[in-house]
């Protein structure tokens, strides 16, 4: 019996092999292989979310992926980094592939690092997108803004002294 299950996977073979004929000869086509060919579509991969933030004392950052249904496969994703927050000096998250694991239905991509500084600047952005995805079709969610919330009160201008004098000569 062969069941139609919902899980998109890669089509599979059954093979049947004779032996050992009782009152005849085996012949040459003694063995049989038949393909099951998947009917399943491939789920969809994005993000749960399109934006999040959090203050730069966090010190890291989970982006999750969702997959629109579980798949018999590994699913992969590229991704790309930009935004106004630099990877050198305020987080680590370098362009890169991830990877959903067959039976799993999420994933997550981790903003690392984050410097807590005392600078005090305007927020910035950790812009994540997606592209290329295998065994998975990319959904509508493909980009991810995430904002790294500045925590550092703004400095205090003041004269040193409150008053002073000097002769007009």
Not at 112 to 120: H, P, Q
Request: no cysteine.
């Amino acid at each position: 019996s062969i069941i139609d299950d919902s899980v998109d996977e890669a089509n599979e073979t059954v093979i049947v092999t004779l032996s050992n004929p009782s009152n005849a000869t085996l012949g040459s086509d003694d063995v049989h292989t038949y393909t099951i060919t998947d009917n399943d579509t491939a789920p969809v991969v994005d993000f749960n979310a399109t934006s999040s933030s959090g203050a730069e004392s966090a010190s890291s950052a989970g982006l999750t992926l969702d997959l629109s249904a579980v798949s018999g496969r590994n699913v992969t994703v590229d991704y790309t980094v930009t935004g106004t927050a630099t990877g050198s000096g305020d987080y680590t998250l370098a362009n890169g592939t991830l990877t959903i694991n067959a039976g799993e239905t999420s994933g997550t991509i981790t903003i690392g690092s984050i410097v807590n500084d005392s600078l005090d600047e305007s927020n910035e952005t950790v812009i994540v997108t997606l592209s290329n995805a295998t065994n998975a079709t990319l959904g509508s969610d493909d980009t991810h803004t995430y904002t790294i919330t500045d925590n550092d009160d703004a400095p205090v201008v003041d004269f040193n002294e409150t008053s002073s004098s000097q002769a007009e000569s």
